[in-house]
């Protein structure tokens, strides 16, 4: 809601500044126009050139005619609009991104050591190894682990972006086993695309001779689709297989040799300090607009063990599930877990406290005329 508030009110900006610009130019071009009339009617030759009152009369026409036009009175006008707009913007930036953020943060001590290695990965992560090197070397950090694995990826990744396959057909070769194990179809994916290149060089039997020694037959039709795809060689962009031309496979490729390298490293192939960032940036606005409202209850904000409001966060933000009790509206945490009734519904522990008043008594599940014993109500791990 934040952004878009700033992204409106810097369009109302952009809309005034090009109407500003189109009305100034619009008046400019008039007046030239009227100059322009007045001067080669001057100029036009006359059987009394030298007649002063005919060019005083045009003179006086031309003065006239600027009176009408008005340019200042429209350009002032055109640039009051603008300026009324452009004063309101700063004020809205500052209302909506407030640069004071120590409201929204607790002190935490954190470990210089994690943090610098953290940075370090980042860097080294994003391909930026001088960056990285000269971050290591300015903080007086041992060499971070990470940069030879991540030097080694970005050299494939190199490669493979110029449509060389060689070094990630022997990295993929050589993690085979990790590969499917991981259920990955980068090794096919791979070899597919090699295969594309010999057919597009127009030999046909070399490809056939490549699939047979590299590719396995699998249950998609993946080598099926190869092999008919030879039909149409030399016309394959006239095809049913055109697809296979696309620059995306090349690009799938590329993400999907990430993804397993990093895999397989134990990283992530998502920057865990980018996504935290990003969490945060999505964060912040709601727990300032808190915080500004609770001005005075700083200390209690430090010592909170969960979030006094809900912060929704996009999908892409959300790697583990969370139970909501059906009964509080109020998450679980790990002193009030989910449990799972005899009847299968599922509510929190402090909810069937209540309920059940500390075990003493049964009581109706909230959802069906079950009878629930507390005491068989069982933990649910997620």
């Not at 036009?69 to 004020?91: C, D, G, M, R, T």
């Not at 290149?197 to 020694?213: E, F, G, P, T, W």
Request: aromatic letters at 8%; glycine letters at 4%; proline letters at 5%.
């Amino acid at each position: 809601m934040e952004v878009k508030t700033v992204k409106d009110a810097f369009d109302r900006v952009a809309k005034k500044q090009k109407l500003s610009c189109s009305k100034t130019q619009e008046t400019v071009d008039r007046l030239s126009r009227e100059i322009e009339k007045a001067l080669n009617a001057i100029q036009e030759p006359t059987t009394d050139t030298d007649n002063p009152l005919l060019h005083k009369s045009l003179v006086s026409d031309l003065k006239k005619t600027v009176q009408e036009i008005a340019p200042s009175n429209q350009l002032e006008a055109a640039h009051k609009e603008l300026n009324v707009a452009l004063s309101k913007y700063p004020k809205v930036l500052e209302k909506t991104l407030n640069s004071d953020i120590s409201k929204a943060y607790r002190n935490v001590e954190f470990d210089l050591h994690t943090v610098h290695q953290i940075i370090a990965s980042f860097f080294y992560g994003q391909g930026l190894f001088d960056i990285g090197d000269c971050f290591i070397s300015e903080t007086g950090e041992p060499e971070s682990s990470a940069r030879e694995s991540f030097m080694e990826m970005y050299l494939i990744l190199k490669a493979l972006k110029r449509r060389d396959l060689g070094p990630a057909l022997n990295w993929a070769a050589s993690n085979s086993d990790k590969l499917e194990q991981a259920n990955s179809d980068l090794e096919m994916k791979l070899h597919s695309l090699h295969f594309l290149k010999i057919a597009q060089d127009k030999k046909s039997l070399d490809a056939v001779n490549y699939a047979r020694k590299h590719i396995p037959i699998y249950s998609d039709r993946g080598l099926q689709k190869l092999m008919c795809s030879l039909l149409w060689n030399g016309n394959l962009d006239k095809s049913p297989y055109a697809g296979f031309l696309s620059p995306t496979l090349w690009t799938k490729a590329v993400k999907e040799l990430t993804r397993q390298y990093c895999n397989l490293l134990g990283e992530s192939p998502e920057s865990p300090l980018s996504v935290t960032v990003a969490a945060g940036s999505q964060a912040l606005p709601p727990l300032l607009k808190y915080m500004n409202l609770m001005v005075n209850k700083k200390q209690e904000w430090q010592t909170m063990e969960q979030l006094p409001i809900p912060v929704e966060l996009s999908e892409e933000f959300q790697f583990h599930s969370v139970f909501v009790c059906p009964v509080t509206k109020e998450q679980s945490r790990e002193d009030n877990p989910p449990m799972r009734l005899c009847c299968g519904h599922v509510l929190c522990k402090q909810s069937i406290n209540r309920m059940s008043k500390n075990g003493s008594k049964s009581f109706k599940c909230p959802y069906c005329p079950s009878d629930i014993d507390a005491s068989q109500c069982r933990q649910l791990y997620f």
